[in-house]
């Protein structure tokens, strides 16, 4: 795995890539640039483990969201749409006009609302675990589902986080919860900045502007599995699939089955730019 930063109005942006994949201005032997976008509060760090598998028939990019991991904030609320923008940052520093999409969780509904803000540039999009929410639940979310928290000198705010973490993923190994909690960490105390976009997001518009998804994946074992069949529901996609056994972090304890869907459905398109 490789990384570099790319400069952007409001700061730097952190990616990650296999070696050998693509530099910056260059993309090299034709294969399709695929910018992936991470769930949050997280980072590009989940789909370290892909890369290469993924490098076998396209250009990866694993792009930090803005104000995640070792992307710069943009200091101000950000729209669904600003955070998808990142995408298309990402494809004219590699100079690539039609790149595919891929978004997991946050990320699904930014990629989504980039190709709605540039339709048909996208040579394809696919979306993992799309979080479908119906209006009360988004006012629910809003009215306080993930404050800001505040450090405190004994550093009970380490304590709260890990708590956090270890309860919305109860199976994770004390290694992977560490993990995640740096990625908390690296987002700084208001971690749910994403969030707020996603909950004040028109999904719907936005899908009927984006044009039909490739593939809705999911897995059995995915926390928001039930929100799928949601998505199957209210997105027009070419392909649904789900991954029996498969978590949020699919990708990285299981990249061959996932970059085995990615590649089936790449594939199948023909397009390739």
């Known amino acids: 795995m490789s990384a570099g930063y790319l400069d952007a109005p409001w700061g730097q942006v952190h990616y990650r890539h296999a070696p050998g994949a693509p530099v910056a201005g260059q993309l090299r032997d034709g294969r399709p640039l ?5 769930q949050s509060p997280l980072s590009s760090r989940r789909y370290r483990r892909a890369l290469a598998g993924l490098a076998a028939f396209c250009a990866p990019v694993a ?12 200091g101000e609320q950000w729209s ?28 699904a509904v930014f990629a ?6 540039q339709p048909g540039r996208a040579a394809g999009i696919v979306l993992h ?16 589902f ?10 009970a705010h380490l304590a709260w986080i890990w708590a956090r973490v270890r309860g919305e993923y109860p199976d994770a190994s004390p290694e992977l919860i560490t993990e995640l909690v740096a990625d908390y960490l690296a987002a700084g105390p208001d971690f749910a900045a994403s969030y707020r976009a996603v909950w004040r997001h028109d999904l719907a518009a ?31 996609h070419t392909r649904a699939t789900t991954l029996t056994g498969a978590t949020d972090f699919v990708a990285e304890q299981d990249p061959a089955a996932f970059c085995g869907a990615l590649a089936d459905t790449i594939d199948r398109t023909g397009r390739t730019a």
């Open 80 to 107: 669904a749409a600003d955070y998808g923008a990142v995408a298309w940052l990402v494809a004219d520093a590699f100079g690539v006009e039609r790149p595919w999409l891929f978004g997991r969780a946050t990320g």
């Open 146 to 155: 993930a404050p800001p928290y505040a450090p405190d000198h004994d550093g």
């Open 112 to 117: 989504l609302a980039a190709a709605a803000e």
């Open 63 to 74: 792009v930090d969201t803005p104000g995640y991991g070792g992307s710069d904030g943009p």
């Open 129 to 144: 675990g799309v979080p479908v929410y119906t209006g009360a639940e988004k006012a629910d979310r809003l009215a306080g």
């Open 34 to 38: 695929l910018v992936l976008l991470h």
């Open 206 to 236: 936005s899908a009927e502007l984006a044009g039909p998804v490739d593939l809705l994946l999911a897995g059995t074992a995915d926390r928001i599995g039930h929100m799928h069949d949601r998505a199957v529901a209210t997105l027009a």
